[in-house]
């Protein structure tokens, strides 16, 4: 294998995990985010709930 052909294999080893590092880490962020989503969401719901529970007890 020529030199040439190694720097080549080199540089395209390093492009491949840079893209499958960021796509990765998109889509990690991106079910995090739903996560965070979805819990504000289920809190939001118990905030009202407790609201109008407090609400009728007084």
């Not at 995090?32 to 979805?38: D, F, G, T, Y």
Request: with cysteine; charged share 20%; net charge positive.
């Amino acid at each position: 294998m020529r030199i040439g052909q190694k720097i080549g294999y080199g540089y395209a080893l390093c492009i491949g995990i840079a893209i499958l590092g960021t796509t990765l880490g998109i889509v990690v962020g991106d079910y995090r985010h739903r996560e965070a989503l979805q819990q504000r969401d289920i809190t939001h719901q118990q905030q009202k709930t407790f609201a109008k529970l407090t609400k009728h007890s007084i």
